[in-house]
């Protein structure tokens, strides 16, 4: 009878305490709506933390979810006080339409996630499985900027095509300091430490930054760049030539082609055809665009900063050329492994040897190990 009293008693007990707590707390929209609150609130805490563990983990599945993370953080955040031009450029055109938003938020998803889940499918299915995946990732991809190629009307694609909140977080925080140091600068301490008067018109000149300070932020706060008043719109201009175009669809199809010539040799790691071809191809896609900019009215110099960032990313992937393939099976694996033996068994430099045979592993056997798009 005893028992069955205080069992009595302490089902009532959990009654009444289920009765005080709200439905709607075990409700997972309820969960997901306060992470998105708490996200929202503390965006330079949640941006530190994950900074911090991007530059501390080397364990690719939690690398990854960081990442995912990041961009599901980025989707909530509202613009930046001070986005930079490419921020601007992708927000625009996300806003206006939800199918590039879409392309965009997939395309970055997939470059994610494409390295873990390749190393998933060789495991599980062995080469041709993770082939077939790496084909057909490849041509998502493709799909996704061939979208927003023409749903940008024909301007190039910039990578990454999600907005960058960490480099607008920077920018907007280093205006910031610039401006919080010129005004405790120009409140404290007499005018005449702080200033100099011109001793014939007696103006008085603005003091220069500390030693050490960021020029670029200095002047930043200053002057008005033509970027920063053009219209979102414009910061990338229209491939309007049919070479142009040609050039652009060469670049998005370029990694599909490669895909699928490995794919066909996947058996023979030092057969130089596939790297010819997918070589070949950026090469003459950057030749073509290179020759259209040229007869543009103005030139190479009439690009904008956009423009620039998104041309000089694409001359530095056709470096990782030497890091792919053939190539890197014939010449490059050879030095970086004979590099690494030489660090063997030295104070410190032994452990850069061993983080280098981690990812000339991650370099020979995987295909998403090197790719830049």
């Not at 806003?95 to 997939?110: D, K």
């Not at 140091?181 to 005449?192: H, Y």
């Not at 082609?257 to 130089?272: E, P, V």
């Amino acid at each position: 009878m005893a028992i069955a009293g205080s069992t009595h008693a302490m089902d009532d007990l959990y009654q009444q305490a289920q009765s005080r707590i709200p439905s709607s707390v075990f409700s997972p929209r309820h969960w997901i709506k306060s992470y998105e609150d708490f996200v929202q609130k503390n965006t330079s805490q949640v941006s530190q933390i994950e900074s911090a563990l991007r530059s501390l983990t080397y364990i690719l599945p939690v690398h990854t979810t960081i990442n995912l993370l990041s961009t599901y953080h980025t989707s909530l955040l509202p613009s930046p006080s001070q986005p930079t031009p490419h921020t601007r450029y992708t927000t625009h055109h996300r806003v206006r339409s939800r199918l590039y938003a879409r392309s965009s938020t997939l395309l970055r998803t997939i470059q994610y996630t494409e390295l873990l889940c390749e190393m998933f499918f060789k495991r599980r299915g062995g080469d041709k499985a993770r082939w077939r995946l790496v084909v057909l990732l490849e041509i998502i991809k493709a799909i996704c900027r061939t979208i927003m190629l023409k749903i940008t009307g024909w301007k190039m694609n910039l990578s990454p095509a999600v907005p960058d909140q960490r480099a607008s977080e920077e920018e907007t925080r280093s205006s910031e300091d610039s401006e919080n140091e010129l005004g405790e600068v120009m409140n404290g301490g007499p005018p005449e430490e702080i200033q100099w008067r011109m001793p014939r018109t007696k103006h008085r000149l603005s003091p220069l930054p500390e030693p050490g300070a960021s020029i670029q932020a200095y002047l930043s706060t200053r002057v008005v760049s033509p970027d920063t008043i053009k219209h979102a719109s414009l910061l990338v201009r229209r491939l309007s030539t049919y070479q142009a175009q040609a050039a652009e669809l060469l670049y998005i199809a370029r990694p599909v082609i490669y895909a699928l010539a490995m794919q066909r040799l996947q058996g023979n790691k030092r057969d130089w055809r596939p790297w010819a071809i997918g070589l070949v191809m950026e090469v003459a896609a950057r030749q073509l665009a290179k020759r259209e900019l040229r007869e543009h009215p103005g030139g190479m110099s009439s690009m904008t900063s956009v423009e620039r960032d998104e041309w000089s990313k694409r001359g530095w992937s056709v470096a990782w050329w030497g890091m792919r393939g053939a190539f890197y099976e014939n010449v490059t694996r050879a030095w970086i492994q004979g590099f690494a033996d030489r660090l063997k068994g030295k104070p410190l430099l032994d452990l850069v040897g061993g983080v280098i045979e981690d990812y000339e592993y991650l370099w020979n056997e995987y295909y998403f190990s090197t790719a830049t798009m």
